[in-house]
């Protein structure tokens, strides 16, 4: 594979972060506790990322115009319509992936 420039890598990068967006949209049944015990982060750590990318960039995002981006909906909005209360397995889990 040639040597891509940084125009290029970062078109890549950004089609490949929409493309996650969208994957993750499509699969809402997916919860945060499930991408934190398999993956360590979530929805919630994506908006986090976006946030500080804006602010090194010097671009004017708040955390809510953040969680809209990655959620594809207001974080409330998305909590109540997606969002199941944790099961006693996964917080299990969670605990047992916090302290390893």
Request: with cysteine; aromatic share 8%; hydrophobic share 40%.
């Amino acid at each position: 594979m040639s040597k891509l420039t940084q125009a290029e890598q970062d078109a890549l990068d950004a089609a490949t972060f929409r493309r996650f967006l969208n994957h993750l949209d499509s699969h809402k049944d997916v919860q945060n506790i499930d991408l934190m015990i398999l993956a360590n982060f979530c929805r919630n750590c994506l908006s986090k990322w976006y946030k500080v990318a804006a602010d090194e960039a010097g671009i004017q995002v708040d955390m809510d115009a953040a969680k809209e981006r990655i959620y594809g909906m207001s974080y409330g909005e998305w909590k109540e319509s997606h969002q199941r209360p944790a099961t006693p397995e996964q917080l299990a889990a969670f605990n047992a992936r916090a302290k390893g």
